[in-house]
């Protein structure tokens, strides 16, 4: 038996990111599975996915049973303030009673697996099935985002994606989906937003058929399952989009049919992105210190507020500063 735990606080990405790689470890490995709290899935209400394939519930039903945790290699960057992740093969050696933890975000752990096989989307939602012949989707982050400058993506990216889609479908049309419309809204203007939840979020780019996406995982799902879209721009170096160094973060962020957009606005062939990669992890395979990610979190001025006056501080300030605070 293998474990996987959703936390409290994942997003939806990192939940279904953690699960896919749990059911294919457990079919290469021939090992039962089972997801502890499937209470805290985000994706229960329009997603169907199997919390557990155990004939032997009741020999594991006390979780103290669990004797082994794999967490995946995690490298950590100072100067670009970054954890950085890549496919970890050490996860093909755990045991039985293992829980795994990580990021799990490269393709290889599939293990040449269809995501459709352990993901179902719910069929009382095929209504949100909209025509979108000649429209291109902006998938813009913002709302925590914005208080790490060198991860949010900057105005230039959109507008140069949006020229580059426009060179392969000169009557595209755009419209942005978000999870801060005011921060959109302000980004840029002229184009329409497509307000909804974060469930009608995953329906407009399920059938999207041109999307722009930003660093999160949060897209990867909805482009996966189903019909896949016939173009997709996407940042390369991932979560610090025009660095210096050219380092991919993080190399398990590279998805093979996906087309990444340099500072300069230009989509780089797949030599040069594979290279980056592979100059990338030649940096980060010397790295020989280990940390946690408690050890990692960063103080910001609202750390001293208590938790309870947080929220409502940041949503009372975004109002006024949309572009900086979420």
């Given at each position: ?5 959703f ?23 021939g090992?039962?599975y089972?997801?502890?709290?499937p ?35 995690l ?13 970890d093969?050490?996860?093909?050696s ?26 179902k ?6 209504e ?26 900057p ?23 978000t999870?801060d ?9 002229e184009?329409e937003i ?5 469930q009608e ?11 722009i ?8 799902f ?12 996407a940042?390369a170096?991932?979560?610090?989009f ?14 093979k ?14 030599i ?34 208590p ?9 009372f300030?975004s109002?006024f500063?949309?572009?900086?605070i979420?």
């Amino acid at each position: 038996m293998i474990y996987l735990e959703f936390l409290e606080g994942q997003g939806l990405g990192n939940q279904l990111w953690n699960y896919v790689t749990l059911r294919s470890l457990s079919k290469v490995l021939g090992f039962e599975y089972k997801v502890l709290h499937p209470e805290r899935f985000k994706g229960k209400n329009f997603l169907d996915i199997s919390y557990s394939n155990t004939k032997t519930f009741k020999l594991y039903k006390d979780e103290f049973l669990i004797s082994n945790v794999f967490n995946e290699k995690l490298y950590y960057d100072n100067h670009l303030n970054a954890l950085i992740s890549d496919f970890d093969n050490q996860v093909l050696s755990i045991e039985t009673n293992t829980t795994i933890r990580g990021l799990f975000q490269s393709e290889r752990y599939l293990f040449n697996n269809d995501i459709n096989e352990f993901i179902k989307v719910k069929s009382i939602h095929k209504e949100k099935i909209r025509a979108r012949k000649n429209k291109c989707l902006l998938n813009i982050r913002g709302r925590e985002y914005k208080r790490f400058k060198k991860l949010i993506l900057p105005k230039s990216y959109w507008l140069n994606a949006m020229r580059n889609m426009k060179s392969y479908n000169n009557n595209l049309t755009f419209a942005i989906i978000t999870d801060d419309y005011d921060y959109a809204s302000k980004l840029l203007p002229e184009i329409e937003i497509i307000k909804g939840d974060s469930q009608e979020d995953f329906f407009n780019i399920l059938f999207a058929d041109y999307l722009i996406v930003s660093n999160s995982s949060f897209s990867y799902f909805p482009i996966n399952l189903g019909e896949k879209p016939k173009k997709i721009i996407a940042p390369a170096h991932w979560a610090r989009f025009g660095n210096s160094e050219e380092i991919w973060i993080s190399p398990s962020n590279y998805y093979k049919n996906w087309s990444y957009q340099n500072k300069e606005g230009k989509i780089i062939s797949k030599i040069i992105a594979e290279e980056s990669i592979k100059k990338t992890m030649s940096i980060y395979s010397k790295y020989y210190i280990l940390t946690s990610k408690e050890s990692l979190k960063r103080k910001t001025i609202f750390s001293f507020f208590p938790k309870s006056l947080r929220k409502n501080l940041k949503k009372f300030l975004s109002r006024f500063l949309p572009l900086h605070i979420g």
